[in-house]
């Protein structure tokens, strides 16, 4: 099956080095950073869980840096599943064409389509846009 793709900005946020997640706008990237299960002040808990708050002046420093990254992502069907009314937790379910694996993300109540999502199941990252 042959799937269109487009070409699309991705944000993706870090830590140093570290891939922390992507977003489609540098404001939802932001945003993504200071939700983040790792954005914190170590003292300011027993866990050193978290990394820091601070941003790093270039993408070799320490800290949360947001990088623009030009991809093309293949547009994909997908079914969101679940009934936010009713209590449930909504999951975009989607495959990749790729490796052929079904995945489920969690979504919030406001999620639109499509949505970006991605497959780490080769040394290249290759990001989809899943429409429902």
């Not at 030009?70 to 990749?96: D, M, R, S, Y």
Request: proline share 3%; glycine share 8%; net charge negative.
């Amino acid at each position: 099956m042959e799937f269109e793709t487009s070409e699309i900005t991705v944000y993706e946020y870090r830590w140093g080095r570290r891939l922390c997640g992507f977003a489609l706008t540098r404001d939802s990237a932001v945003e993504g950073v200071q939700n983040h299960y790792l954005y914190g002040e170590r003292e300011n808990t027993e866990a050193d869980s978290f990394l820091g708050t601070k941003w790093a002046e270039s993408n070799d420093g320490d800290g949360w840096w947001i990088e623009p990254k030009t991809v093309f992502a293949v547009k994909l069907p997908g079914n969101l599943k679940g009934n936010f009314a009713e209590g449930e937790t909504a999951h975009l379910i989607w495959q990749c064409p790729h490796c052929g694996e079904y995945y489920s993300d969690d979504t919030a109540e406001d999620t639109a389509s499509p949505q970006l999502v991605c497959c780490s199941c080769s040394r290249v990252k290759k990001y989809y846009l899943v429409e429902f």
